[in-house]
């Protein structure tokens, strides 16, 4: 087994021109040394993306997308990386070699490739008995067509059935030499008391559920007939493959009219999603029978901003929505919401209009989300002044998800109005919400970064101490780690990395002599103390990563005798935060001005740049000191009165801890602070 060598990688991302690939997609007009054009990623009217040949990365200046040409391909095709840098080696004719996995890569890899192997079996063995078989056309088929489906349709979305008969992808699973435990791990077969295997989906029409890749990643089958306890639909359950709060139902097929569209409509089921389609409305999805959850929302944001919901009309219905609502405001969506006439549901309504008629129903009958909210809750509350109260409450809470300043006051503005109550009165309740929110995340996030052991600042924070012994390690404790985003401070560090890694700076102590490093060196050294540290969470894990595969890079490329482009190796990184981080922070430097640019420069003096990343290291260093600091605060404060000998030595530890926290913040000046100063002082 094997994965894309690096070398590929990088040899791809330095041949890949930003005007050479934008300009394959979009007609490009010269602007001084740079290009611009209209944004392929919103509706824009005038030219917004701007293609910068110095820095080859393009941007939008009114909706923020944009990247290098690797994430422009991945955006605008809806690739991942590794089918996107196979697509520019293609385009510019170099090879892609793949490299071999290490043992545990390839085990990890040889089982992903047998369960999705597995599933392309079981969906090909199901398409096969419903158009070849005589049970399969004529009920499952006859299903189908019945529902107002084509068989184009049929086909593209891959629809099939399972026969009535107890092994009947059990005999063709063994026939085609497809492990049973494998199709038993993915919920296809399923074992008896005596031990042998029967299908699980008998007597059901089946529908495929695939990956935004086009994988088939897991199935839903629904039974045709009535029978007593058992559910209309059955699903695959959570896999390594399938977590059915993550999928959407139809996403690969309409991933490319959400993106064009700048819209994503969301549906209950699976027939709503193929009887819409086929009518030509193409831009929905499914979030099969249950409200739209976070990793859900998350897949729709990379394609728009703009989301409409419309489930059906019960009250179940109507719950989903409103909680769906509620998601998209606070991962910072345009959430709206929409009924159908009579409480008809989106399949039946899509066969009975032509595709203009449903397209002018939604312009015309989309509501704004918390004026949708406020509507439905009146059904629920009534409008007397304690259903009023409680109306209030609940948009007050959805209100409160809105990020942006602006839009949430408009929002208490119009809610304040329309239900009679002061916006001072109003934005005061919203903001006690966020404060309580922020609050209650901040503590979910410690509890997260601490380890249930107890908190011991003394052992855990030595090495941070501006009086440590140089040298001493703090013993290893394992501790959950938060994987992403990087904390703050992180990522004032990789962006001094990707601006200053390979600048070099004069005057680092390394006890014996003064010598030149460069700065990614200096951020290596400095860091090394916040390892795998007892009690408080140190470097995460992503950036540990980052800091030791560049200096691997830059030994082997010294080497070699060769250069290193530290930017490019984060960009080309096989880990989507690691790549994402980057990609975003080269974009975001595209909207700084021309004085920025001279600052940038004046700071740029090797002595001014050796303080501004020592400065950076110290105050994660500092940050790191104020943790520890709350933890003995918060068991001060869980301490019984009688505790007074425990007292006196958690006011001892809050003492040092203050010290070490006042040097620190003294050493935050203008000097050139190396690892040896900070240990020393």
């Not at 934005?427 to 509890?447: A, L, M």
Request: hydrophobic fraction near 35%; include cysteine; aromatic fraction near 8%.
């Amino acid at each position: 087994m094997s994965m894309i060598d690096e070398r590929v990688v990088q040899r791809i991302i330095e041949r890949a021109d930003i005007v050479d690939v934008v300009g394959d997609y979009l007609t490009l007009h010269r602007k001084g040394k740079d290009y611009v054009a209209l944004c392929p990623f919103h509706d824009d009217s005038s030219p917004s993306l701007q293609i910068s040949t110095a820095k080859n990365i393009c941007k939008c200046f009114a909706c923020g997308e944009g990247g290098t040409p690797v994430s422009f391909i991945m955006k605008y095709e809806h690739l991942t990386f590794p089918e996107a840098i196979k697509f520019l080696g293609r385009k510019y004719g170099i090879e892609v070699v793949e490299r071999e996995l290490s043992p545990e890569q390839m085990a990890r890899k040889t089982e992903r490739e047998k369960l999705i192997n597995a599933n392309a079996f079981a969906r090909d063995e199901f398409v096969g008995a419903m158009l070849q078989g005589a049970e399969g056309r004529r009920i499952g088929l006859s299903y189908f067509r019945e529902r107002g489906l084509t068989d184009e349709t049929i086909k593209e979305f891959q629809l099939g059935y399972s026969p009535s008969e107890w092994t009947y992808l059990v005999d063709r699973a063994k026939e085609s030499g497809v492990e049973l435990e494998v199709l038993e791990s993915l919920g296809l077969v399923m074992k008896t008391k005596k031990g042998d295997y029967i299908d699980r989906y008998r007597e059901r029409v089946i529908f495929p559920i695939h990956s935004s890749s086009g994988n088939v990643v897991g199935f839903g089958g629904r039974i045709l007939k009535k029978v007593e306890n058992v559910g209309k639909y059955i699903n695959s359950p959570a896999s390594e493959l399938y977590d059915k709060s993550n999928e959407l139902y139809g996403l690969f097929f309409a991933k490319k009219y959400i993106s064009s569209s700048d819209k994503c409509i969301v549906l209950e089921g699976y027939m709503d999603v193929l009887s819409m389609y086929q009518k030509g409305v193409r831009n929905v999805v499914a979030s099969s029978g249950t409200a739209l959850t976070h990793a859900q929302v998350a897949h729709i944001k990379r394609l728009t901003q703009n989301v409409t919901l419309l489930f059906d009309a019960d009250g179940a219905g109507i719950k989903a929505a409103l909680r769906g609502l509620d998601i998209c405001l606070e991962a910072g969506l345009g959430g709206k919401g929409l009924l159908l006439p009579d409480g008809g549901d989106p399949g039946s309504f899509a066969q009975s209009h032509t595709k203009e008629d449903i397209e002018a129903y939604f312009r015309e009958h989309e509501e704004d989300g918390i004026a949708f909210k406020g509507e439905r809750l009146v059904a629920e509350y009534g409008t007397d002044p304690q259903g009023k109260v409680a109306i209030i409450e609940e948009l007050a809470q959805t209100i409160a998800y809105i990020e942006a300043r602006i839009t949430r006051e408009l929002y208490i503005g119009v809610v304040a109005e329309q239900w009679e109550v002061t916006a001072e009165a109003l934005g005061e309740r919203v903001k006690r919400i966020r404060e309580e929110r922020n609050f209650n995340r901040t503590r979910r996030e410690r509890s997260a970064y601490l380890s249930p052991q107890e908190v011991t600042p003394q052992q855990g924070f030595t090495n941070l101490s501006t009086k440590a012994i140089s040298g001493q390690v703090a013993p290893k404790v394992a501790s959950p780690r938060v994987k992403d985003p990087l904390p703050p401070y992180e990522l004032t560090l990789l962006h001094d990395i990707i601006d200053y890694g390979t600048v070099l700076i004069p005057g680092f102590s390394t006890g014996e002599e003064e010598v030149e490093i460069t700065g990614l060196q200096l951020i290596h050294e400095a860091t090394q103390d916040l390892r795998d540290m007892e009690g408080v969470e140190g470097l995460s894990d992503h950036f540990m990563q980052i800091l030791d595969r560049l200096m691997d890079a830059v030994q082997l490329a010294e080497a070699e005798g060769a250069e290193v482009d530290l930017t490019r190796l984060l960009i080309g990184s096989e880990d989507d935060t690691i790549r994402e981080y980057a990609d975003r922070y080269l974009i975001d430097k595209c909207s700084l001005s021309p004085r920025n640019d001279k600052f940038i420069k004046e700071m740029e003096e090797p002595e001014e740049l050796g303080k501004l990343l020592m400065r950076d290291v110290l105050s994660l260093k500092l940050h790191k000191i104020e943790e520890q600091i709350q933890g003995v605060l918060g068991k001060i404060r869980a301490m019984g009165s009688e505790n007074v000998e425990e007292y006196k030595e958690l006011y001892e530890e809050l003492k040092q801890l203050s010290e070490y926290k006042s040097n620190a913040s003294q050493l935050l000046g203008d000097r050139i602070y190396t690892p040896s100063l900070l240990l020393k002082k």
